[in-house]
């Protein structure tokens, strides 16, 4: 990457090195120094560095095992064996291996089949080392299966498949038979039961480290007899798979881009594909090679060759594996869990830059990105190190050279080698999480900074596979789930902002000519109107094509928009004028209220039936624009002023709308900007969320049109949002075991009325736009008069709107819901096993 100075031997200071003594090189106040480097002095050398303690060589071995490419896993994982082996008496060295161990496991799920190795490895020559492992992992397995903690309870048994060859009898085998038979009686139960999938799809990811570290012919007629109970779960579609798919279906006539399966039947389809072929798992590394250390033939004893010559035979030990019980009634867990369906920007293509669909490594590996990224949020930029490191943890061969072109792919497919791309695979794991319906794990710029990280490690290697995920987006805007576009939305400008806005924006001209009700043309005006947010409009227009221009006027460069009582025509100009003056010189209210009289005395003899929607009008924009430097100015202004605009919502609702008008018109150029001072007055309750979705989705409805503005969908997102985190903070403080049992009363009594609340604004947004999907909303019943290309855009818009929410419905009341909220109980708070686990010093390896 950058020129560096290799490190000097440390061969003397000043003038040179210490041969060159004779010709005068030498510096003489150095040379208490030069004499101590020289071993021919006749005393040691008192400035060696002293090698650090096992227990540190160890946890450093540990934390970078399979790290480097040029070093065999095998040789790394034998060689900590040895050195855990040899140290094994040592508390520290014992503490510090079980508690590194179990930390990567749950932290970094893609060395766990060398973390495995190395417990193999060691138990050749010490069974103590395994059999430590072993129990501590099974009782931490134990916990997680208790909490309901799926993904960490998935990886220990990962990690426990991965030792199958050292124990005595079935070893997780029958925790598989368990599970599945938990997972059919939850399916028996509900029919649109999630956790017993999520069961099923753990069964399923854990079967190949299983069969890829024992070859026993039992064992796979076991897992073979498995997979056919299985299939009858796996293979059944789920009633919620149509909410949770990234493409709906909304026209018969309009291709997918993809057809998103359920993880779980790609699955089963792949597992059964292994099966036939004898199960060959070629992505899976085998870090443990039992070839390493002769063996006999019957593979249950190594040859030891001593000193003398004589070969001993010396018995592996095996390992009885400690029970495990999996309770009648499983815990759902914390997080809400909802059907998984495999999102990929690259798959089944003609040239393959990632596993395709049929081979198992596109759900193994795509598992263990995923399980990556989401547990490392602490840490991006560990998370997009070890992304761009992918090929190191799978098998030799799996991936084609780092930063290889697309456009050679298709003579490294002639030649019969692998094609799959790392930065490929990795960048597509990460869009699975930006596209993960309803919700991803975390906040979607964490997955932003992500893409940007993994571009400043490897520009020249991911930007281009970001370029064909974008087009490959673009693409398919008409058809994509409306939520999933504006996520895209988001991120793309997000992306550009970091990088000078550069984009190819030749490309999209053809659709500028397009009505704005297209999806496509809709995409390019809110994506513009984010980077203008980001930026300033000026420097966004300089980096455009001309063709671009228009839909970035002169007046958007304007970051102070005009107050508009200046102008003479405006009604009520001068006492606008005078309320302004005021505000600024923070005159006393009895004054501001003197001149407000004179504005509802004029409202009145004009006939005006609620004066106080333009005193609010006068007033709010006043605000507005003596705060319009910053969002801080306008705030200490809104506050200033806070109690007369809390006073507007009672007396007129009309005028509490008013007061979102006046915003929205002020910042007419910079709708961001209105959206943000909308949200801060619902952080204040001067305006209400229903009045917001009142002003939004009926008296701007513009027959239909408003759905393909982006300020509208913002608006009404940040205000749901809002609300249901709210009923959310409810809903956990009534379950805080921590609050008094009285306290928590309290809040069961309110938690009631905050949901309704809730569901009345879910009503209001799907009535009204599945008006408009229908066609029978008031203005374009006036406006529409037979079919017509707009009525049509405007309908499939309505349609869009109405599944989101619908959604958005279903997934609160998953949550929140009557039927998911336990009945309230008296006991002790339990400690949860995470939050047991921060207590350890290990808490955050990467």
Known sequence: MGDFEPRRERQGGGGGHRNDRRSGGFNKRKRGREDEDDFDQGYPN????????????????????????????????????????????????????????????????????????????????NADVAKDTIGTATSRLQEYLEAGQWREFKLVLRFLACLSSLYEEDGISPILDELFNRAVDLQTAAQDDTLGLELIKIILLTIPYLLATNSDQTLRQTVSELLGRTDIIASTQSPLESLVNPYPETNAQEEKAMPCASTISMLQRQLQEEESQGWPLKCLPRAYDPALKPAQANGDADLEVEADGNVEAKVLSKHTFPAISVPTTVSTGAKALFPDLYFSLYADQEVESVPPTSSIASCLIRDSIVDTINILDFNRNATARFLNELDCYWAPDTFVKRSTAFDKLRDVQSLGKPTWKPEDVAIDAIFSQVYQLPTPEHRLVYYHSLITESCKISPGAVAPSLGRAIRFLFRNVDTMDMELVYRFMDWFAHHLSNFEFRWKWAEWIPELALSNLTPKKAFIVGTLEKEIQLSFAKRVRDTLPGDYHPLI??????????????????????????????????ALESDVQTVLDIVRDQALAQGIQDPLVPITDIYMTSILSIGSKSLSHVLSTIDRCKERLLAVGPQSEAARRQIITSVVDFWSEHPGTAVNIVDKLLNYTIVTP??????????????????????????????????????????????????AYEQRQQIDEALPRERQGMRDLFTAIVDAVSGVASGVQD??????????????????WGEKWTRV??????????????????????????????????????????
């Not at 008496?89 to 799920?109: A, C, H, M, N, S």
């Not at 049109?705 to 949002?721: C, D, G, K, N, P």
């Not at 995470?834 to 990467?846: F, G, K, S, T």
């Open 690 to 739: 229903m009045s917001v979705i009142q002003w939004a989705l009926q008296d701007h409805m513009d027959r239909g049109r408003a759905l393909a503005s982006l300020q509208i969908w913002e608006m009404v997102s940040i205000t749901m949002f809002k609300v249901t985190n709210r009923v959310r903070q409810v809903v956990r403080e009534r379950n805080n075991m921590s609050l």
């Open 46 to 125: 008192r400035r060696q560095q002293r090698e650090a303690p096992p227990g540190t060589r160890i946890r450093k071995g540990l934390l970078e095992i399979a790290e480097d490419p040029l070093r065999l896993p095998q040789d790394v994982a034998q060689n900590l064996a040895k050195q855990t082996v040899d140290h094994y008496d040592d508390e520290y060295v014992r503490d510090t291996f079980g508690q590194v161990t179990l930390k990567l496991i749950v932290e970094q799920p893609f060395k766990i089949p060398f973390l495995a190795a190395v417990v193999q490895y060691a138990n050749t020559d």
């Open 553 to 586: 006027p002169a007046s958007k460069e304007n970051e102070v928009p005009k107050f508009k009582y200046d102008d003479e025509a405006t009604p009520y100009a001068k006492e606008g004028r005078e309320i302004m003056t005021m505000l600024k010189k923070k």
């Open 805 to 846: 929410w619908r959604r958005k419905s279903a997934v609160e009341e998953a949550v929140v819901g009557e039927m998911f909220i336990v009945a309230l109980v008296e006991q002790e708070q339990v400690v949860d096993v995470a939050e047991a686990e921060a207590l350890e010093d290990m808490d955050q390896i990467a």
């Open 779 to 796: 203005e374009m019943i006036e406006r529409y008069d037979g079919e017509n290309a707009e009525e049509a855009m405007v309908k499939a």
